[in-house]
């Protein structure tokens, strides 16, 4: 069974110039979860997708933050314009559903904001 | 959810049963204790979950305290490529939140 993928798996950019990843998460996984993940600290949530909707975005600063899953399948998170305080790990997890016990998560995509 | 504390790192020598212990002083009864892990530039991966009763799985085993305040990971025979670290989380079964971690424990497992 494919895991979720993500790309890209690293990507240095300017701070105010905006950057995308992608996410394509296990087939037939309902739930799409984006994480982020400063060094040295746990992942922290900022957004969870059910089928192509949004179940939660209290988490993500949506004045430069956007998230979409237009099919209910692969997923973009999209940051413009990016703050080095935004240099991170972004992971993308599924799950079977909302109340599946087990996510499974991609490798991650490292941001430098520079 | 319930907030967890879990020692910064740890230390274990190759072989040896690894025990990775987290306090969750106000778990609530419907509350599951998760441990997930992350090996260096990979993603979070799930290990075991239980609510009061000791559960193994191929991977570890988990022994909750009778109070249910805290539980003990154990690693039973600890290889380099378990260095890690290690989450613990406290989470509704059935919730349909995201997880929250906290810092984990990073785990060295020593040659």
């Known amino acids: 069974e494919a895991g979720v993928a993500q790309s890209p798996r690293y990507k240095i950019i300017e701070k105010r110039q905006s950057v995308a990843f992608w996410c394509n998460p296990i087939?037939?996984?309902?739930?799409l979860y984006w994480y982020q993940q400063i060094l040295g600290q746990g992942p922290k949530l900022l957004i969870q997708?059910?089928?192509?909707?949004?179940?939660?975005d209290s988490q993500l600063p949506k004045d430069r933050f956007s998230a979409e899953r237009l099919k209910g399948v692969d997923s973009t998170l999209k940051i413009q314009p990016a703050k080095l305080e935004d240099s991170a790990v972004y992971l993308c997890?599924?799950?079977?559903?909302?109340?599946?016990?087990?996510?499974?998560f991609g490798p991650g995509t490292r941001l430098t904001v520079t | 959810d319930a907030k967890t504390t879990q020692p910064t790192s740890m230390d274990c020598a190759e072989g040896r049963a690894a025990n990775l212990p987290c306090n969750h002083s106000?778990?609530?009864?419907?509350?599951?204790v998760y441990w997930y892990r992350q090996i260096h530039s990979q993603g979070p991966q799930y290990i075991i979950h239980?609510?009061?009763n000791n559960e193994t799985n191929e991977m570890a085993s988990l022994i909750i305290t009778e109070d249910r305040k805290s539980s003990t990971l154990i690693l039973p025979h600890a290889t380099l490529r378990d260095t890690a670290v290690y989450y613990c989380?406290?989470?509704?079964?059935?919730?349909?939140?995201?997880?929250?971690f906290g810092k984990g424990t990073h785990l060295i497992i020593q040659p």
């Open positions: 087939s037939g996984h309902a739930t």
């Open positions: 997708f059910q089928n192509n909707g949004v179940v939660d």
């Open positions: 106000t778990i609530s009864g419907n509350e599951y």
């Open positions: 989380i406290v989470r509704v079964e059935g919730g349909a939140d995201g997880l929250t």
């Open positions: 239980g609510l009061k």
């Open positions: 997890a599924s799950s079977l559903g909302r109340t599946s016990e087990e996510q499974y």
